[in-house]
């Protein structure tokens, strides 16, 4: 596992290592015998060249079998040519460029694309009537991928982008930026920024420029209203609708069940995320491979057996397609509200995969 156990972004390795204690805790730590270790390192954050060098630490010196993790894409794709070169596969559980499978034909991913996730969000205003659009995103790869995909679904659909901008990373001033959009009287605004302080700021600016007051309907990818950040927005955010492949209010007994081992291991408060989810997910391909192609089976003998593997997520059904190696899934559309006081994003309909 190469994920970020410690500084600014350690959040993202607690959520993957809880999701694998979790998997682990309910099936053993052994596959028809074969004992199942995972040798943590840290990578700190989106560091590529550190990635790439603890990957062939683990390669070369602890002999691993399989490479997991990569929180952002950056890190994954300095790992790609480590894992070709090698012929270990690796089972990317978080970072969600388009098409990042592609990189290396050892590369199978269990959490998202952007690519495939934001087409139903655009799909869902259109259904609404809402039928002109403003996009707000971060300036980097995943911000670019959700604004091509954001836009070529919903002009595809009959609807008008009038407006979009990027905005830095980092920035927690979206005042001038939300004014252009209120200038603009757009029916949604379609944003996709990163948690931590960022979404926060951008739910507190629209609502003091006063866009909601306008019937301007903020819209867009899970990230906005990511659950560890819930309780910094606040009542801020109340109404946002968002799509994504997770949330904890997911309804079936076995994301009940998960949750409430993450609680258990975590914390009665702790809110388990899709990052969890992708791991815990990871585990359960590693495992379903392995008896696939047989507990000793490693390299492209294991490569094949992922591919097509189908089985429950706490997410719902999910499957890896044969040909890309990437994630298949449903895609939820949520509303964030107070359930019980707390609040959650509630799924109220389900963009079935492949659909």
Request: glycine share 10%; net charge neutral.
């Amino acid at each position: 596992m190469i994920a970020e156990m410690t500084g600014p972004f350690a959040e993202f390795g607690r959520q993957m290592k809880a999701g694998i204690e979790a998997y682990q805790k309910q099936h053993g730590t052994t596959v028809d015998g074969q004992r199942i270790e995972v040798i943590y390192k840290d990578v700190g954050g989106p560091q590529p060249e550190v990635a790439k060098r603890l990957a062939q630490e683990l390669i070369v010196q602890d002999k691993v079998d399989i490479l997991a993790g990569f929180g952002f894409t950056p890190n994954a794709l300095a790992v790609a040519p480590v894992a070709t070169q090698a012929k270990v596969p690796m089972v990317v559980m978080n970072a969600a460029s388009a098409k990042l499978t592609s990189r290396s034909p050892y590369m199978v991913r269990t959490s998202f694309g952007y690519d495939t996730m934001v087409p139903p969000i655009a799909q869902w205003a259109l259904e609404q009537g809402q039928k002109k659009a403003y996009m707000i995103v971060a300036d980097y790869a995943p911000g670019h991928d959700a604004e091509k995909a954001f836009r070529q679904a919903y002009e595809q659909g009959g609807g008008e982008i009038i407006g979009s901008v990027r905005v830095p990373l980092m920035t927690v001033d979206f005042a001038p930026y939300l004014q252009r959009v209120k200038d603009s009287k757009p029916d949604v605004l379609f944003a996709f920024v990163n948690a931590g302080n960022v979404a926060p700021a951008l739910f507190k600016d629209f609502k003091t420029k006063g866009l909601a007051d306008d019937g301007i309907k903020l819209i867009g990818t899970g990230d906005i209203v990511y659950e560890s950040i819930l309780d910094v927005i606040g009542d801020n955010g109340l109404g946002a609708t968002t799509v994504y492949p997770y949330s904890m209010q997911h309804p079936s007994e076995l994301n009940r069940t998960y949750v409430q081992q993450f609680q258990a291991a975590l914390g009665a408060k702790e809110r388990p995320t899709i990052m969890s989810v992708s791991a815990y997910d990871g585990m359960a391909l590693i495992y379903g491979g392995l008896k696939k192609a047989g507990a000793n089976a490693g390299g492209q003998a294991l490569l094949e057996a992922f591919k097509g593997l189908a089985f429950e997520s706490p997410r719902g059904p999910i499957a890896i397609d044969p040909e890309t190696r990437d994630v298949v899934q449903n895609q939820y559309i949520r509303r964030l509200e107070r359930v019980d006081g707390e609040l959650m994003n509630v799924e109220f309909k389900t963009y079935e995969a492949g659909r």
